[in-house]
């Protein structure tokens, strides 16, 4: 019996199992580093452990990189509504009233039912505003034309 040859199946089993409850695809890549483990164990009897646990370490590192080189760039949102759950980026180009007066930079603005801090030039309050950018619950603003 070669415990080698069911130890890495299983340690490939369990990274896919892993990947399977908790997506995130690391552990996908780590398991398939354990399949090539393996089928090289399968292959060549008498690797030694250490050269084992080695090739796994440093193939484990390579189908992370290939991972990040050639996947992860590539999931790019593609739908039609890109700022969807953006919601600093939605409002961009939006023109509001101001709320409150921009003073020493810092004003409010209100769109719907939700008030926004705004940072700008220093502006009446009542001025049309144009959201040119966001940044978390804080939206840069410029006067509108």
Known sequence: MRWDVFAWAAIALLLFAAEALAPGAFMLWLGFAAVAVFVAVWIIPGIPLVVQAAAFVV???????????????????????????????????????????????????????AYWDVTGPDLPAGTPVRISGGDAMTLQVEAAD
């Open 59 to 113: 193939l484990s590192f390579a189908s992370i990189q290939v991972y990040r080189t050639w996947f992860r760039g590539r999931e790019q949102d593609n739908s039609d509504q890109p700022a969807l759950n953006r919601r600093t980026a939605a409002l961009v180009g939006r023109v509001v009233p101001l709320e409150r007066a921009i003073v020493d930079g810092r004003g409010r603005v209100q769109i719907a039912d």
